[in-house]
Nanobody, 120 residues
Framework: QVQLVESGGGLVQAGGSLRLSCAAS????????MGWFRQAPGKEREFVAA????????YYADSVKGRFTISRDNAKNTVYLQMNSLKPEDTADYYC?????????????WGQGTQVTVSS
């Protein structure tokens, strides 16, 4: 099992920045991919960004490309999501996920989420 704990959410004005963190513990050896997803009120959960745990390969949703950056610190078993130029439409609960397969596959473990609110 893998446990994931997100932090770093909060309230920010449009144009501002936030950095989310996701600390992983447990069976870290089984992780091949880490991802961030988000769910806005009344909407379905959507993919935001993903990164390979050991290879550094990453990809992003078109809606955040050029504004968000995903990175990892294997020594700390932590993945980050740096969010710049935030927009009100980025408001959502953000979830960290870990998977045993590639970054393009489904994910096996999920965190509890952290709320991000962007005011206009």
């Amino acid at each position: 099992q893998v446990q994931l704990v997100e932090s770093g959410g909060g309230l920010v004005q449009a144009g501002g920045s936030l950095r989310l963190s996701c600390a992983a513990s447990g069976s870290i050896f089984s992780i091949n991919a880490m991802g961030w997803f988000r769910q806005a009120p009344g909407k379905e959960r959507e993919f935001v960004a993903a990164i390979a745990w050991n290879g550094g390969v990453s990809y992003y949703a078109d809606s955040v490309k050029g504004r968000f950056t995903i990175s990892r610190d294997n020594a700390k078993n932590t993945v980050y999501l740096q969010m710049n130029s935030l927009k009100p439409e980025d408001t959502a609960d953000y979830y960290c996920a870990a998977g045993r397969r590639s970054i393009y596959s489904s994910y096996d473990y999920w965190g509890q989420g952290t709320q991000v609110t962007v005011s206009s």
